[in-house]
């Protein structure tokens, strides 16, 4: 069955240090990767996606994620924090065949100042 | 603008009472889907729709209907609401297809069932 692990519920960092988010999935085929943040009280809006080709992937605000097939992971990262990055962060595989959606549990990210 | 919007956002009401949440895109989208967040289990699919007529069930079906009459409108109906459906319901959209797989999300309606 097709499932996605954020196995870090909550996560403080400081602001300016680095960050990585973890994901790991199961699904039986290349699946479709996002990474989707949501701040208080709002809707869910996309980071970036990867569908094929290079494993390093970039999306906005500065967020980069890295396909590694051999451990099923896209973990999310960004090499310098702003307190704007404090936010509930989503990873999600997208079924190829069936449109059907799978989101991880989520990640909340504190940033100290 | 693009976007989704939902209504009501907010909504409280009693068991048993009939409800329709309502979900409209102005993006022209073929594909539109219903979710439910709740604490520690982030989002999970109720139902989806590839295209006008056409719709299919998610994880978790149960106790919800839809319809998709229109390209642009997608409501997620609750025929007999009960305290377990209390939640934060989100709609989205897409273009289907091997570029469309990116989400436009509403921003949610909060349910509430006493």
């Known amino acids: 069955a097709q499932s996605v692990t954020q196995p870090d519920i909550h996560i403080t960092v400081s602001e300016g240090a680095s960050l990585e988010l973890r994901c790991n999935y199961s699904y039986g085929a290349t699946p479709y990767l996002f990474w989707y943040v949501q701040s208080p009280g709002q809707g869910l809006q996309l980071l970036l996606k990867?569908?094929?080709?290079?494993?390093l992937v970039q999306g906005i605000k500065g967020f980069e994620a890295e396909f590694k097939r051999s451990q099923s992971s896209f973990n999310l990262r960004k090499p310098s924090v702003h307190w704007s990055d404090a936010a509930e962060y989503f990873c999600?595989?997208?079924?190829?065949?069936?449109?059907?959606?799978?989101f991880g549990s989520g990640t909340k990210l504190n940033v100290k100042p | 603008e693009a976007q989704v919007t939902q209504n009501p956002r907010y909504l409280i009401t009693v068991t048993g009472k009939k409800l329709t949440v309502t979900c409209s895109q102005n993006m022209n989208h073929e594909y539109m889907s219903w979710y439910r967040q709740d604490p520690g289990l982030g989002l999970r699919q109720i139902y989806y729709s590839m295209n006008v007529e056409v719709t299919d069930k998610g994880d978790v079906p149960e106790g919800y209907k839809v319809s998709r009459k229109e390209k642009r409108n997608f409501p997620l109906i609750l025929e007999s609401p009960s305290p377990n459906q209390t939640s934060l319901y989100f709609c989205?959209?897409?273009?289907?297809?091997?570029?469309?797989?990116?989400?436009?999300f509403g921003p949610g309606t909060r349910l509430t069932v006493t």
């Open positions: 989205a959209s897409s273009i289907t297809g091997t570029s469309g797989y990116e989400q436009y």
């Open positions: 999600a595989v997208g079924a190829l065949n069936f449109n059907k959606f799978y």
């Open positions: 990867y569908f094929s080709g290079d494993t």
